[in-house]
């Protein structure tokens, strides 16, 4: 947990300071993603990206949870239909 406290307010400090917009805090051993958006000198947590327009963060944790099950060709294929039919929405 120390290290999220970092990523949230020592590397957020660097991350604005080199213009990024957003970024992801991912947890790999619980298959989640916490991502953030800096502006105004702080950050909050967003459930779309902004960068990417019409990605679901929470998308993005469904196929980590899928890949500790399925071959990582199958939850790429998965992963592309979502996005794919996210398009022709």
Not at 14 to 37: C, P, R, T
Request: glycine content about 6%; hydrophobic content about 45%.
């Amino acid at each position: 947990m120390a290290e999220v406290h970092r990523d949230r307010g020592e590397k957020r400090l660097l991350y604005e300071s080199l213009g990024v917009k957003e970024y992801w805090i991912i947890d790999v051993q619980n298959a989640s993603i916490w991502a953030f958006a800096i502006a105004d000198r702080g950050s909050r947590r967003i459930d779309q990206s902004l960068v990417l327009p019409g990605l679901e963060i929470a998308l993005l944790e469904e196929a980590f949870r899928r890949s500790r099950e399925m071959n990582h060709g199958k939850v790429s294929a998965w992963l592309m239909s979502q996005f794919q039919s996210g398009l022709e929405d």
